[in-house]
């Protein structure tokens, strides 16, 4: 599951359109990069489809169902944000269960979850820890492990390297794209960075100006990209 499917999807801030009426398939379990120059409305698209902003017009399914007006919460969607937002005075553990706290589960499936999402993130040593005795790194990790127990059926991602320092977005690179090998949880991740696109994506979606310029794989895009603004952003030699 995790299949996302947008129709003609608008967006307008008043009298400016910044989407104009848009179509995407996103698959199951399918990573896929949202590239394109500051401005293009990358953010937006990733809002409109966490119902973090509402559509002006158009139709957002996620596996199969209607969701255009649902709220953010029954989406089933992890938004990991930029900024790390933990709590500094509760441990890792209780950061990872706070959802699921608020879920109302019970503390035995609280644990059990918080110790599988640990595992898979290498935190299991840390969970006693309070974030300001971990590394960036580390804190980014405890961001995701907060959205893994969850169990959503696809993860958003904006931009959540670019307050990381070069040596290290290399590495949460790594962490990230092994994750979705261990999860096969569709991941949505936007970044105006080619590098990321190129190394990160099953389909990168190529957005100009709120527009879709051209979707494919990352080989795909470099041998056949259809004008010189996406080969400029592919970096291939058109
Ligand atoms: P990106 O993430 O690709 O840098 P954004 O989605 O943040 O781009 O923004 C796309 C366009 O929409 C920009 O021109 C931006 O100024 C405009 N925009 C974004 N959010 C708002 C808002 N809440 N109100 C008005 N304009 C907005
Ligand atoms: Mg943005």
Redesign the pocket.
């Known amino acids: 599951m995790g299949n996302i499917t947008l129709e003609k999807v608008q967006k307008k801030f008043g009298e400016t359109e910044v989407i104009p009426p848009l179509d995407l398939a996103i698959e199951d379990g399918e990573f896929v990069v949202f590239v394109g120059p500051?401005g293009c409305g990358?953010?937006?698209l990733l809002r409109l489809i966490a119902g973090l902003e509402d559509v002006s017009s158009g139709e957002i399914r996620i596996d199969g169902k209607p969701a255009t007006d649902l709220p953010p919460a029954k989406r089933g969607l992890a938004m990991v944000f930029q900024s790390y937002a933990l709590y500094p005075h509760m441990s890792v553990r209780k950061n990872i269960a706070f959802p699921l706290k608020m879920a109302g589960l019970n503390a035995e499936e609280q644990n059990k979850r918080v110790e599988r999402a640990a595992a898979v993130l290498n935190l299991t040593d840390y969970l006693d820890r309070r974030p300001g005795q971990l590394s960036g790194g580390q804190r980014q990790r405890v961001a995701i492990g907060r959205s893994i127990v969850r169990e959503p059926a696809a993860f958003l991602f904006?931009?959540p390297l670019s307050n990381l320092d070069a040596a290290l977005r290399v590495g949460m690179r790594l962490e990230i794209t092994e994750l979705h090998e261990r999860l096969k949880t569709t991941m949505i991740y936007?970044t105006h960075d080619q590098v990321e696109a190129m190394t990160m994506a099953d389909k990168i979606v190529v957005l100009r100006a709120g527009h879709v310029e051209q979707v494919g794989s990352p080989l795909e895009l470099y041998r056949n990209p259809r004008n010189l603004f996406v080969a400029g952003f592919i970096g291939s030699p058109k």
């Open positions: 500051s990358k953010s937006t904006d931009e936007v």
